[in-house]
């Protein structure tokens, strides 16, 4: 937990201006059911059982971490009848679906902030709303208020993009009516694309060594996966040539083709790099695009939200279904070494203090990296695959900084209401620095030399504008997700406290030309480079995806070409986290289609109960 001098400064004054009674600091993911107990007496008392008993039972599976996709794996497999363990290393489960209590008071949600990509499927099949999941949908999309001078106007105006068809046509309108009609065109299109690619996710990858080299029955294995495949090329049908522009093109130039006005132009392609080290310039960034309209929330196509009480209530969700179905759910038990047996063969973990765990199977839902380079003993993996994961790309250009602040924002180019509710603007994702695709690439050119551009991308969410539950009265809670900032620095600078604040401190001099007053309503601040989101979260590199989301790292190329079912070269061990299909972001499908396939794998080495 990082508290830097600045919450201490100002924390008189916070308990004076928002509390009501004093808090104390209480990390645990879900703080309804879970209050006054550590997240892991709770989980444990909830999972029923002494923690000894625990560790000394033998289980059909282990999992290793408590990542949303790991919880949705263990729900699966208990779910089809398999007893279910899960250790995470951390003290709270829901990895980088998480909320955490940083500044008293306020709930982070410190990593990722809206969710949108859950499949509907997981959504159903584990009950998610009966298991606590509370969402609130956002009226609007996206917003970006613009610097006069930038945008070449000569007041302060801004574009939203809602759901509301009209107010987005008369605000793209604003800059270009041109542009406001080609909108809805290219956003069905896009959507389309999206939507046909949706069952990709929800089943495995073809996978090419089994194609190339499997047998008969390997080969026949892989004819579900390869109808889907065909059956998602022939839904995207005429469309097939923009989404092979989308995956090979820069995305500026298929936005410059589309559209005139800046603004609207950049907005669009934020949706592109988000979260990569990637710039509207190079090629084959599109396919985050479809990533962002794949989504839907409670039937909601597109839409996006916050859940209730942060994303860790998405997480505590899936726990509370995985429990209920008798899995047991453990904190703080980093696990050091996959165990083997005398065939190479997977049969348990060992934790750090030394605690061996025996099952059947062992699925990993840390990267890539971790489980295949760090956890799994050496010998028991082929040269040519150690080399395959060593060459995986974790680089990220991601700093996410959670901030409490005293009051709503107050934006030069929307006032606030003299009633204080927060307009739509307020509940969208707020773009700054957004003025042009220009100014983008101009924040990603320094970062590709270790050095960091004073106007960064900044993107701004407040959930409390939506959800009460996570901030005292008249307070609120603000995520910055900026780009670009190198893990590794130039100069034999390092990310130390010093930088850190450094780096906060200008991303909120930035937010201060847009929102006079911020500055002075930041009373808590949680800043997060890569070098943070590695050692805090596991996050190899700091990438947020488990891993860069390009070409030759998505389907059958994740998380290589030569491992991409889940399978792992050690029978009965298998990735079932973001590392592996269909990839990043709070989707569960990794963790549904790993567990799907080892219990089947199970079932056929004939070790089911
Ligand atoms: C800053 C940021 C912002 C993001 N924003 C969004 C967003 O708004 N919307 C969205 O959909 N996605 C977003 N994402 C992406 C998304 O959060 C991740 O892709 C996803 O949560 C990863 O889930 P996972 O379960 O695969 O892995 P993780 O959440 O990384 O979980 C892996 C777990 O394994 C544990 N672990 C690792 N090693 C061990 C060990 N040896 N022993 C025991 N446990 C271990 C880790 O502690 C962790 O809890 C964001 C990510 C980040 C970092």
């Not at 909320?99 to 709930?107: L, M, R």
């Not at 982070?108 to 609130?136: A, D, Q, T, W």
């Amino acid at each position: 937990m990082l508290r830097l001098p600045v919450i201490t400064l100002r924390e008189t004054l916070l308990q004076k201006v928002c509390f009501r009674k004093p808090s104390v600091i209480d990390c645990s993911v879900n703080q309804v059911t879970l209050r006054n107990l550590s997240t892991s007496q709770a989980v444990h008392r909830a999972a029923g059982g002494c923690q000894e008993d625990a560790l000394t039972q033998e289980y059909d599976a282990i999992i290793i971490g408590a990542g949303h996709n790991g919880l949705t794996a263990s729900a699966y497999l208990q779910k089809a009848g398999l007893k279910t363990l899960v250790l995470e290393r951390r003290h709270v489960i829901g990895g980088a679906a998480v909320t955490e209590e940083i500044v008293p008071g306020f709930k982070f949600s410190r990593c990722s902030y809206v969710l949108s990509l859950l499949r509907p499927e997981i959504y159903e099949e584990l009950e998610l709303k009966k298991h606590g999941l509370r969402v609130h949908v956002r009226p609007a999309g996206a917003y970006a208020p613009l610097l006069g001078e930038s945008a070449g106007l000569s007041r302060p105006t801004s574009l939203l993009l809602s759901s509301n068809a009209k107010n987005t046509y008369d605000q793209i309108a604003q800059f270009s009516e041109k542009d406001a009609k080609e909108y809805f065109v290219y956003s069905e299109i896009i959507e389309g694309i999206g939507a046909a690619i949706g069952p990709l996710l929800d089943s495995p990858p073809v996978d090419l060594s089994s194609l190339g080299d499997g047998s008969f029955k390997d080969r026949m294995e892989m004819w579900p996966a390869i109808k889907t495949l065909l059956k998602t090329g022939s839904q995207i049908g005429k469309n097939l040539p923009m989404f092979y522009e989308l995956l090979t093109a820069p995305v500026a130039k298929i936005l410059d083709r589309w559209f005139e006005s800046e603004p609207l132009k950049a907005i669009l392609a934020t949706d592109c790099i988000t979260g990569a080290m990637v710039s509207p310039q190079t090629p084959g960034a599109g396919y985050v695009l479809l990533h962002h309209v794949m989504g839907e929330i409670e039937g909601v196509k597109h839409a996006w939200a916050f859940p209730e009480g942060g994303m860790g209530g998405v997480s505590q969700s899936i726990a509370n279904a995985a429990q209920s179905y008798g899995a047991t759910i453990m904190t703080e038990k980093p696990v050091d070494t996959i165990m083997l047996d005398s065939d190479q063969k997977a049969c348990g973990v060992v934790l750090e203090d030394g605690t061996e765990i025996r099952s059947k199977m062992v699925l990993s839902n840390a990267t890539a990296r971790i489980t295949y380079l760090n956890l799994t003993p050496q010998e028991a993996l082929p040269k040519e695959f150690i080399q395959d994961v060593q060459a995986i790309d974790y680089t990220s250009p991601v700093t996410k900084i959670n901030v409490a602040l005293d009051r709503l924002p107050n934006f030069k180019a929307d006032p606030n209401l003299a009633s204080g509710v927060p307009g739509a603007h307020h509940t969208s994702t707020i773009h700054l620095n957004c003025e042009s695709m220009d100014r983008i690439t101009a924040s990603y050119e320094p970062c590709t030399r270790g050095e960091i551009y004073h106007r960064p991308m900044i993107e701004m969410c407040i959930p409390s504008s939506l959800d009460r539950t996570i901030a005292p009265e008249g307070c609120h809670v603000a995520t910055l997700f900026t780009q670009y900032t190198p893990y590794h620095l130039a100069n034999g600078e390092k990310w130390d406290e010093r930088k850190m604040n450094e780096y906060a401190d200008m991303v909120f001099d930035n937010i201060e030309d847009y929102c006079p007053g911020f500055k002075s309503s930041v009373v808590g601040r949680d800043i997060l480079p890569p070098p943070e989101l590695e050692r805090i979260f596991g996050l190899t590199g700091g990438n947020i995806f488990h891993g860069a989301m390009s070409l030759d790292q998505i389907y059958f190329g994740r998380p290589v070409t030569s491992a991409a079912s889940y399978r792992s070269p050690v029978e009965g061990l298998y990735l079932c986290g973001s590392g592996a299909h269909p990839g990043g972001g709070v989707m569960g499908a990794p963790g549904r289609n790993a567990a799907r396939l080892a219990s089947k794998d199970l079932e056929k080495r004939g070790k089911r109960r």
